[in-house]
Each structure stands twice: as C-alpha cells, then as structure tokens.
C-alpha cells in the first residue's frame, strides 16, 4: 500500500518536473537553463552539506532530485598535523545528528577533542561557573572539530551514499534568484548563476550564510546589527603539556576570550574584542601578542571593593547553606606561543530573520539566524534546523503532500523559532551583561553567575538547553 503510494506520488513529481520545464523554459528564454529539481540548497557551508546528507540519507527524502549549489571552488581535503585555526564546540546533540547520518565516525576517524569541563570566570569579580561532564550530563560537555575536519566527514558521506537524485555543483556562484509569489501555486524558484546557467526547483532552501541572498529575495524582515567586535582564532601552543579537555573563558570589559582545547598541548582561541583593538593583535610580533593572551587570561582588572564585599557574603550565604561558592576553581593554562600563520579575525554580528519560510522557500543555519560566538552555540542551532526540516519534510512525503505545503514549512518556522529565538536572546544578554563594567551590573551578573553555579538544577537545564 505504502509501495503503491509513493509510485504514485513520484509519478506524478516527474510529470510536474516535465509540465514545468517546459514553463520555466519559456520564462528562462535562455539555452543555458539546466533543468528543474525538487529541491536546490543554496549554499555547501557546514549546514547546507550536512541537510544534503540528511536528505540523501533519508529513505523517504532520498528520492527527491537535489542540486546542492556551492560557490567556492571543490578544494582538496589532507587532514594535516596542523590544525587549522576555524574550530566549532559542537553539542551532544550536533553528535547524535552527525551519528544518525553516519558523519561522526569520519569525524573521529580524524580528530576531535572532547570538553570534559569547562570554566567561565569573570575578570571584574570572583564569579565563576564551571559545567563537568561528570555532574551534569554524564558525557562530554561539548567537541571541539575544525571545520574542514567537519565538512569533509559530511562530504565522505555524501560522496559514499552514492545517491544518483543528487547533484553538487562547486564554483556556483549563484546571481540572482525569482521566487514564486504567494498567488503563484505552482511554487517554482528560478536560480540563475553569475555563469549564466539557470535552475529550476519547487523547494529552494537558504543555507548561504549570514549574508543570505535568499533570505534578501524572500523581502523578509531581517534584524540584524554589528558588534564593532571581531573574533580573532589562532592556534595555541600552551606551556604545559596536560590532558586538556577543559574549555576556558574568561569575560573581559572587552569581550570573552576562550580557549578550547585541540589535544595535549595545543588549544584554538577565539578572542572577541573590540574592531581596532582585534586589528591592532593582528599586527602584533608573535611574542607581544602571546604576552597580550598571557594578560588577557590572568591580568587582574581593577575591582570594585563593594563588588568585592558583596560577593564574599553570598560565598558565605551559599556555603552556610551546604552549596557550592566558586571556590573550587582551577587556574587556566599559559600560553608558550602561536602555530605559524593561524592568526585571522572575523567580524561578529547578530541577525533574526523574523520569518524563516516563504511560499516555496525556506532558510536554514546562519542565514536565518547569526550570534556571537560566545556559547559556541551558532552552526549547533543550523544543525537544529536540518533535524526539524528533514524530519517534517519526510512526514510530508509520507502522508502524501506537496514538499512546499505550507503546514510543514509553518510548522518548522514556529518549532526552530521556538528554540532559536530565546537562545539567541539570551546570549545577546550575556554579550550585553559582560561588556560593561559599571560595578552594579558586574554586582548583578555576578550575584546572578554564582547563584546558577550553585544550583545543579537550574546548571542541568542551562546545558540541557545548550545541548539542544
Ligand atoms: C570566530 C567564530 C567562532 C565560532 N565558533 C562557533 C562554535 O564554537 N560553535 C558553533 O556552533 N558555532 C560557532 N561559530 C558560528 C559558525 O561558524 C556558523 O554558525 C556557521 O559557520 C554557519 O554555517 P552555515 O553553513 O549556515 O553558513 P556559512 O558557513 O556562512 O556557509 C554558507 C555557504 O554558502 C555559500 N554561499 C554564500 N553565498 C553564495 C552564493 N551567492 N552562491 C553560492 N554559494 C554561496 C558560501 O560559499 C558558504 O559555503 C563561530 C563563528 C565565528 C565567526
């Protein structure tokens, strides 16, 4: 019965495919048009790549013609001794993801470094909060991957499931596209490259980044604003060798600087300050600029002595009532020097895009939503996304309905908005928070930090809903 109604069901897509060729053809009026697809993803970053897999892996998806177009050119993977400066902290649920599609096991063929623990500490006062592994979760906190590392493991996939409804395309830079309106039923996206070629599909799906010219041709709202902040990524040479899998960060009046840990004796920074400030440590000798790290994690800043008074009485308040008061916290690691040439900055920004789907459309990862780096929280809510799409996209096949329907594309903007939204928002808090150091709002966040890090039950739901 099943069997019977899903050859209907894709008799009847190749029907659609042959009757809108045709359409599209004469609205392209153009020999370099390529053909029509069910679905085209816009854009083979980490989040794209990884909803082809999803895609190709799921038997109910896997018969939809898929183009993938990507605008960079297919580069050649070596997985070198060096690691390479762009690292992600991916959550337990980016794991089970990545495992459900086969990827983690490339990802740990290569390398990987759990975070077993993981220390945040604030350089205007004593509070400090600290989530093991052991106490919390009963796994790792986090993995940290390099980015390529993490593409290529989706791409040895892709390459393996051999799937003949998938096409990649490298070196697409796409140019424009005309998106089906919403009188428009037929719902047809047409993708035109700088190279002329043009592509038809039913369902276009944005995953081109935080400048999105997906997200641009939807006309949705988008908001967005710059930090005037950069985030500057070196690897790590620390001065000592020790297990390292614990993550550190350490809020400054400037920004967090973060250290995350790659294996024995090296580290990945991510450093966020201020525009000029990431400028000027970019042009710093190697040894000035480790010194200016050094300072970075271990300098004492001035302190407010009320701050200060207030502080020890919740520490006695805290340990009078049998909890922990941030004493117990460990000194982080020195730095000994820099691999050559991983010193780079990227700017740093915040965007929502207030609706995710459109008439046939609909967006994923860093093109419907952009944070600051400082919870290592930004592909992990694009990994979110492909999960509640796939998911929602392979019940629709199931039951029988059109890929663009708009209950399920509905479904899936109200269910990722639901997550994604207070993330963000509480992360755009804590960037708030921290960059001040007026001693009443240091008082509050610290107050605030210290009680959060005293209660396992409040510190379980701040990771269970990290891990998400
Ligand atoms: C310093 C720093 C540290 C970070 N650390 C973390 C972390 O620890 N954990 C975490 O979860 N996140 C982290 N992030 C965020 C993370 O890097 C992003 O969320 C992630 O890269 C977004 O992936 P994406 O695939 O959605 O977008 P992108 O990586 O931007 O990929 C978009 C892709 O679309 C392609 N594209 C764009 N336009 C076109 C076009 N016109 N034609 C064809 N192709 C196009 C691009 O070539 C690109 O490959 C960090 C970010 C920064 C800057």
């Given at each position: ?7 209907f069901?894709?008799?009847?897509l190749?029907n659609?495919r042959k ?8 609205t392209?009026?153009d020999?370099k ?9 816009a854009?083979?970053g980490m989040?794209g790549?990884t ?5 190709a892996?799921?038997p109910?998806l896997?018969?939809?013609k ?5 605008g960079?050119?297919d580069?050649k ?8 400066n762009?690292v992600v902290a ?5 794991k089970?993801l990545m495992?459900?599609i ?7 063929n290569?390398r990987?470094?759990?975070v077993?623990?993981?220390q945040v500490?604030?350089a205007?006062?004593?509070?400090m909060?600290s ?7 009963d ?7 390099e980015n390529?590392?993490?593409?290529h493991a989706?791409?040895?996939e892709?390459?393996k499931?051999?799937n003949?409804?998938?096409d990649?395309?490298?070196g697409?830079k796409?140019?424009?596209y005309?998106l089906?309106?919403s009188t428009d039923r037929?719902l047809?996206?047409l993708?035109k ?8 599909c ?6 081109d ?6 997200r641009r041709?939807m006309?949705?709202q988008y908001?967005s604003?710059?930090y ?5 990524v070196?690897?790590?040479h620390l ?12 809020w400054?009046?400037t ?5 995350l840990p790659l ?5 990945s920074?991510?450093?966020?300050t201020?525009e000029e ?7 710093l000798?190697e040894e000035q600029?480790v010194d200016a790290?050094?300072?970075?994690l ?7 002595s009320?701050?200060d ?7 006695g308040?805290l340990?009078?009532a ?5 004493a117990?916290?460990?000194l982080?690691p020195?730095?000994r020097?820099i691999?050559?040439a991983s010193?780079?900055?990227f700017?740093?920004?915040?965007g929502?895009s207030t ?11 860093d093109?419907a939503?952009?944070v600051?780096?400082?919870a290592?929280?930004g ?6 996304d492909?999960k509640e799409?796939t998911e929602l ?6 039951t ?7 209950d399920?594309?509905r479904r899936y903007e109200?269910e990722?908005?639901?997550h994604?939204?207070?993330t ?7 960037h708030r928070?921290y ?12 107050i605030?930090v210290q009680v ?5 039950p409040i ?8 891990a998400?």
């Open positions: 019965m099943i069997l019977n109604t899903q050859k069901l894709l008799k009847n190749k659609t009757l809108l060729n045709i359409r599209l053809l004469s392209v009026g020999e048009y390529k053909g029509n697809y069910d679905v085209i993803i854009g083979g989040v790549c909803l082809a897999c999803a895609m892996k799921n109910l896997s018969s939809l898929v183009l993938l177009l990507e960079s050119p580069k993977f070596e997985l070198k001794p060096e690691y390479s762009r991916l959550s337990q649920n980016t089970l495992s459900s086969n990827v983690w096991q490339h990802v740990e290569m990987l470094q759990p077993r623990h993981m500490w604030d205007c006062s004593d509070a909060i989530f093991s592994s052991s106490e919390i979760l796994d790792d906190v986090a993995y940290i991957v390529d590392v993490l593409l989706v791409n040895t892709l390459n499931t051999n003949k409804n998938l990649i395309v490298y697409a796409i140019d424009s005309k089906p309106t037929e047809k996206s993708v490259l700088a190279n002329g070629d043009a592509y038809s039913q369902l276009l799906i944005g995953a980044g935080a400048n999105s010219a997906v041709a006309g949705v908001v604003w710059n005037k902040q950069m985030g500057v070196a690897t790590l001065a000592e060798e020790t297990e390292n899998t614990t993550a550190w960060q350490r400054l009046p920004g967090p600087v973060a250290l294996d024995s004796k090296r580290s920074l991510v450093w966020s201020w400030n990431a400028k000027e440590l970019l042009k000798p600029f790290l050094n300072d970075a271990w300098k004492q800043y001035p302190r407010s009320a701050v008074a207030c502080m020890s009485w919740v520490g308040c340990r009078g049998g909890l922990a008061d941030g117990a916290r460990q982080p020195s730095v020097g691999a050559p010193r780079a900055a700017p740093l920004g915040f929502h609706r995710y789907v459109a008439p046939g459309v609909a967006l994923v990862g093109a939503h952009r600051h780096p400082l290592g929280q592909v992990n809510l694009g990994f979110g492909i799409l996209l392979a019940d629709t096949v199931y029988g309905f059109d890929i663009t329907h708009p399920w594309m109200s990722r908005q639901k994604n939204v207070p963000q928002l509480a992360i755009e808090a804590l928070l960059t001040v150091d007026f001693p009443p709002v240091v008082l509050l966040r610290s605030g959060t890090n005293a209660l396992q510190k379980k739901f701040v990771m269970a809903h990290a998400t």
